[in-house]
């Protein structure tokens, strides 16, 4: 049974960035301006998880409907589940960590922008339309 608690967690993580941001912890700003170095530290974890994923399932046998080509089977995970405990490793890897990730740079945007001018522009429908037509 897979345990949903996605919500609570986002919660948690806006609670925390907004504590650490307001005392002065970590300043929300310092996510954009060091953009390379935070995706660059991010996808080696995310691919650093999936080699530790692959190469256990391979090693214990754990393996489920592996296709005989590496590439594949590493990109689509040789274990079925991977688990630490109640956390699932692919979803913790594949989904939490790239969207908060996002969230946290949009939001990082966002404060850099309120610092440098004062306001935050918003995104009106028309421009909005010349970049999707």
Same mark, same amino acid.
């Given at each position: 049974?897979?345990?949903?608690?996605?919500?609570?967690?986002?919660?948690?993580?806006?609670?925390?960035?907004?504590?650490?941001?307001?005392?002065?912890?970590? !300043?929300?700003? $310092?996510?954009?301006?060091?953009?390379? =170095?935070?995706?660059? @530290?991010?996808?080696?974890?995310? #691919? %650093?998880? +999936?080699?530790?994923?692959?190469?256990?399932?391979?090693?214990?046998?754990?393996?489920?409907?592996?296709?005989?080509?590496?590439?594949?089977?590493?990109?689509?995970?040789?274990?079925?589940?991977? !688990?630490?405990? $109640?956390?699932?490793?692919?979803?913790? =890897?594949?989904?939490? @960590?790239?969207?908060?990730?996002? #969230? %946290?740079? +949009?939001?990082?945007?966002?404060?850099?922008?309120?610092?440098?001018?004062?306001?935050?522009?918003?995104?009106?429908?028309?421009?909005?339309?010349?970049?999707?037509?």
């Amino acid at each position: 049974m897979y345990n949903c608690n996605a919500y609570i967690c986002m919660y948690i993580y806006i609670f925390t960035m907004g504590f650490l941001h307001y005392f002065n912890i970590f !300043r929300l700003t $310092s996510l954009i301006d060091n953009y390379g =170095a935070v995706m660059s @530290v991010a996808m080696i974890y995310g #691919f %650093g998880i +999936s080699f530790l994923t692959y190469f256990y399932a391979v090693v214990t046998g754990t393996t489920h409907r592996m296709s005989g080509n590496v590439v594949y089977d590493f990109f689509m995970g040789a274990s079925l589940n991977p !688990r630490i405990g $109640s956390v699932d490793l692919k979803m913790f =890897a594949e989904v939490r @960590v790239p969207w908060f990730m996002l #969230f %946290g740079l +949009s939001v990082s945007g966002c404060v850099k922008q309120y610092d440098n001018y004062g306001y935050v522009t918003p995104v009106s429908q028309r421009t909005f339309c010349q970049y999707t037509s």
